[in-house]
């Protein structure tokens, strides 16, 4: 694996004013990065920008506009004080919803984001990278795209169509001095599950609420923790990404039983259910 020169250059990330994404930004910031940081909300790139030590620009962006991704991709290039380093392709929204009854629209939103924010994002800077011979594509793909979990056949349907589209753009870049890398984060306490789109989850739950904070008991890994993992497995020239033990407890069994491992996780989901009724009532 031949390592990937991070420190010092320019990096790009998406979803970058809150959770994974602003912890990569300000790490790599004071790893002595650029930082060219885009997100839909204004405030949390504001808040983001104001913890960082070195240069920066931002754009507000919603990832789903190809136009937008490649007029973003123009400014950073004009900006960028030193060569590509990174491009980070982190914006990701969540739905939980049963595919039989499932809100149409909400399958589209999802996807839009989670999947063509990611292609957007890799075509509009994918020929800097391959003009300047090196560099690496950072996708976000999740645990989600390792085994599927049931309410979560978008998420995972696009989390599955990240890692695919990178493992296959990775191969097209050999011999171009460009890597492409998925990471698979584990539960990571970060506010996707506030802002997402919530009808009902695998433990029957219906209150969105209940959703983010049962979520958020069980994400044990921190932005902070997963944004040090990112950078060492940038660096290590790694082509896959597992953040927390929950990522490689569950890329274990996928491996072992591709197609029974929910039958171990199964039996698990009333215990989790009391586990975390208990855990609410603190």
Same mark, same amino acid.
């Given at each position: 694996?031949?390592?990937?020169?991070?420190?010092?250059?320019?990096?790009?990330?998406?979803?970058?004013?809150?959770?994974?994404?602003?912890?990569?930004?300000?790490?790599?910031?004071?790893?002595?990065?650029?930082?060219?940081?885009?997100?839909?909300?204004?405030?949390?790139?504001?808040?983001?920008?104001?913890?960082?030590?070195?240069?920066?620009?931002?754009?507000?962006?919603?990832?789903?506009?190809?136009?937008?991704?490649?007029?973003?991709?123009?400014?950073?290039?004009?900006?960028?004080?030193?060569?590509?380093?990174?491009?980070?392709?982190?914006?990701?929204?969540?739905?939980?919803?049963?595919?039989?009854?499932?809100?149409?629209?909400?399958?589209?939103?999802?996807?839009?984001?989670?999947?063509?924010?990611?292609?957007?994002?890799?075509?509009?800077?994918?020929?800097?990278?391959?003009?300047?011979?090196?560099?690496?594509?950072?996708?976000?793909?999740?645990?989600?795209?390792?085994?599927?979990?049931?309410?979560?056949?978008?998420?995972?349907?696009?989390?599955?169509?990240?890692?695919?589209?990178?493992?296959?753009?990775?191969?097209?870049?050999?011999?171009?001095?460009?890597?492409?890398?998925?990471?698979?984060?584990?539960?990571?306490?970060?506010?996707?599950? &506030?802002?997402?789109?919530?009808?009902?989850?695998?433990?029957?739950?219906?209150?969105?609420?209940?959703?983010? &904070?049962?979520?958020?008991?069980?994400?044990?890994?921190?932005?902070?923790?997963?944004?040090?993992?990112?950078?060492?497995?940038?660096?290590?020239?790694?082509?896959?990404?597992?953040?927390?033990?929950?990522?490689?407890?569950?890329?274990?069994?996928?491996?072992?039983?591709?197609?029974?491992?929910?039958?171990?996780?199964?039996?698990?989901?009333?215990?989790?259910?009391?586990?975390?009724?208990?855990?609410?009532?603190?």
């Amino acid at each position: 694996m031949s390592r990937i020169a991070v420190a010092g250059r320019t990096a790009v990330i998406s979803g970058a004013g809150s959770g994974i994404g602003r912890a990569l930004a300000i790490r790599l910031s004071s790893s002595g990065c650029p930082v060219a940081l885009s997100d839909w909300n204004p405030h949390g790139l504001v808040e983001t920008q104001a913890q960082l030590t070195g240069p920066c620009v931002t754009q507000v962006l919603d990832v789903r506009d190809r136009d937008a991704q490649l007029g973003w991709a123009e400014k950073v290039m004009a900006w960028a004080p030193a060569p590509l380093g990174v491009v980070v392709n982190n914006a990701g929204v969540v739905v939980s919803q049963f595919a039989a009854d499932a809100v149409y629209e909400d399958d589209v939103w999802l996807m839009d984001i989670n999947y063509w924010g990611v292609v957007h994002g890799s075509r509009a800077f994918l020929p800097h990278l391959i003009d300047q011979g090196s560099g690496a594509v950072v996708n976000m793909s999740s645990i989600l795209g390792l085994l599927a979990f049931p309410t979560q056949t978008a998420y995972c349907a696009s989390k599955f169509a990240v890692r695919g589209y990178t493992e296959a753009l990775r191969h097209e870049l050999h011999g171009t001095g460009v890597r492409a890398l998925t990471v698979h984060p584990g539960g990571i306490d970060t506010p996707i599950t &506030r802002a997402g789109r919530v009808r009902v989850d695998a433990l029957g739950n219906t209150d969105p609420e209940l959703f983010h &904070r049962n979520f958020t008991a069980l994400a044990r890994t921190s932005p902070e923790q997963a944004a040090a993992t990112i950078q060492r497995g940038i660096e290590r020239g790694r082509s896959r990404i597992l953040i927390g033990a929950d990522a490689h407890l569950m890329n274990t069994l996928a491996t072992i039983l591709p197609t029974h491992y929910f039958d171990l996780v199964r039996p698990a989901m009333p215990l989790a259910r009391r586990l975390l009724d208990a855990l609410a009532t603190r």
